[in-house]
């Protein structure tokens, strides 16, 4: 990268403007791809308990909008309420976990995490579900027209953890106007069955007893 004004007094200010300054650590987060932090050559390890994981989450994303926004839904968490959005959600997971088909649902988390995105919102799934075949997802088959702000939200954020793409951004994510808090908490188990696989995410404790 050519600078112009290097040797002179603006020299420092033309390489911030350029590069971007080591000093504003939340600038670069906020633009931050939201997938990046979830890749699987990105693995990190795997925790005994599901709070324990969304801590470690916590710690390597330190974006204080971020951190503010997972607290809560630590803090208003219901232990009943599980990882689904619903019994729909619950039911179509579910049976494509266990349809023989779909080797790739356990095989690869890039193809299950998409799955688990794509088949939270009824409308989504009506339009996604013939564009899944027993090997891949074709997004690009997936008609958005008649979903809605939380279909186009969850549809995007599968294509990128399926293709590692970087449209959803942390800034997005944290946007309580474009991500209610069902589909942020949606979007975090997803992006831990994309790090870690569906078999490998740590077990979420009922009670302190259990």
């Given at each position: 990268?050519?600078?112009?004004?290097?040797?002179?007094?603006?020299?420092?200010?033309?390489?911030?403007?350029?590069?971007?300054?080591?000093?504003?650590?939340?600038?670069?987060?906020?633009?931050?791809?939201?997938?990046?932090?979830?890749?699987?050559?990105?693995?990190?390890?795997?925790?005994?308990?599901?709070?324990?994981?969304?801590?470690?989450?916590?710690?390597?994303?330190?974006?204080?909008?971020?951190?503010?926004?997972?607290?809560?839904?630590?803090?208003?968490?219901?232990?009943?309420?599980?990882?689904?959005?619903?019994?729909?959600?619950?039911?179509?997971?579910?049976?494509?976990?266990?349809?023989?088909?779909?080797?790739?649902?356990?095989?690869?988390?890039?193809?299950?995490?998409?799955?688990?995105?794509?088949?939270?919102?009824?409308?989504?799934?009506?339009?996604?579900?013939?564009?899944?075949?027993?090997?891949?997802?074709?997004?690009?088959?997936?008609?958005?027209?008649?979903?809605?702000?939380?279909?186009?939200?969850?549809?995007?954020?599968?294509?990128?953890?399926?293709?590692?793409?970087?449209?959803?951004?942390?800034?997005?994510?944290?946007?309580?106007?474009?991500?209610?808090?069902?589909?942020?908490?949606?979007?975090?188990?997803?992006?831990?069955?994309r790090e870690l696989g569906l078999s490998k995410i740590p077990p979420r404790?009922?009670?302190?007893?259990?």
């Open positions: 990268m050519t600078y112009f004004m290097a040797g002179t007094q603006l020299g420092g200010v033309e390489r911030l403007m350029r590069e971007g300054s080591e000093c504003c650590p939340e600038k670069r987060l906020k633009d931050q791809a939201v997938a990046d932090f979830f890749l699987t050559r990105n693995h990190r390890s795997i925790a005994n308990t599901y709070g324990e994981q969304l801590a470690l989450l916590m710690k390597r994303i330190p974006y204080m909008d971020f951190r503010k926004r997972l607290e809560k839904m630590v803090r208003e968490a219901n232990e009943k309420d599980g990882v689904y959005r619903n019994h729909n959600h619950e039911r179509h997971f579910e049976l494509l976990k266990e349809y023989p088909g779909l080797v790739p649902l356990k095989e690869k988390p890039a193809y299950a995490a998409g799955l688990f995105l794509l088949s939270a919102d009824e409308r989504l799934w009506k339009t996604s579900r013939d564009a899944v075949t027993p090997k891949e997802i074709h997004f690009w088959d997936i008609r958005l027209a008649e979903s809605g702000t939380d279909g186009y939200v969850l549809f995007h954020m599968a294509r990128d953890f399926y293709y590692g793409t970087d449209f959803v951004k942390l800034a997005d994510l944290v946007d309580q106007d474009l991500v209610d808090d069902s589909i942020f908490r949606l979007i975090i188990h997803a992006g831990f069955i404790r009922v009670s302190e007893g259990s």
